[in-house]
Structures are given as structure tokens and as C-alpha cells.
């Protein structure tokens, strides 16, 4: 079981990107973005159920950031609009096979699985 997080990359304020996290040898119910920034702790960013039922967004992210999923390609995206330099982080995909609750979702230890992490840099 790997999950593989893609879509970093360097983009000016205010632009976009769209990570992705895709999940080989099984499909969870339960999937989070994290960030680490340097010198800080990791934090929650989204989390969504694959039933689709369930979103969740940190409040530092919610109207610019939207996770989603395809249920066709086992993956889970992460789009993030109008990006700022406080963004730039390490992204990490997490997955559990639990549905956890809404509550939940924004707890690491929550998470079994996690991906390697994937570098966004925002320069201002």
C-alpha cells in the first residue's frame, strides 16, 4: 500500500497548483492534507471521506483550497487558489481506512498512511 503525493512546485502569490495524492493497492475511507513549514509543526489542512459526503478545510485555507476526489483514478487532489507565501510547506497526503468523523479528520494521529510529501513554495 503506497500513497504517492505529486504536484508541487514554486508559483508566485496569488497563483495556483494542484496536488494530487494517489492511492496504490487500496482505497481508503478517510483521506487529509497536512503541511509542514520549516521550523513549525504539522498542520491540518483538508480532509475529505471517499463517499464524498464529508469535506473538511482549515479555517487558514477555507475559500481558497478545495480537496476533492476521483473515484475513477483512486486519487484525492488538492486545489489550491490564490496561493501565499505563509503556504510554503512540505504538503503530505494522509489516508485511514476508517470514515472518520468530522471532528477527526483534522487529528494526524488519526491517519495510518502517509505519503512522502510533495515541496510548495509561494515566492511574494
Known sequence: VQLQASGGGLVQA???????CAASGRTFSTYGWFRQAPGKEREFVAGI????????????????????????RNTVYL????????????????????SLIWSSMADENQY????QGTQVTVSS
Open 49 to 72: 471521506r471517499w463517499s464524498g459526503s464529508t469535506t473538511r478545510h482549515a479555517d487558514s485555507v477555507k475559500g481558497r483550497f478545495t480537496i476533492s476526489r476521483d473515484t475513477a
Open 79 to 98: 486545489q489550491m487558489n490564490s496561493l501565499k507565501p505563509e503556504d510554503t510547506a512540505v504538503y503530505y497526503c494522509a489516508a485511514d481506512a476508517r
Open 112 to 115: 495510518d498512511y502517509w505519503g
Open 14 to 20: 496569488g497563483g495556483s497548483l494542484r496536488l494530487s
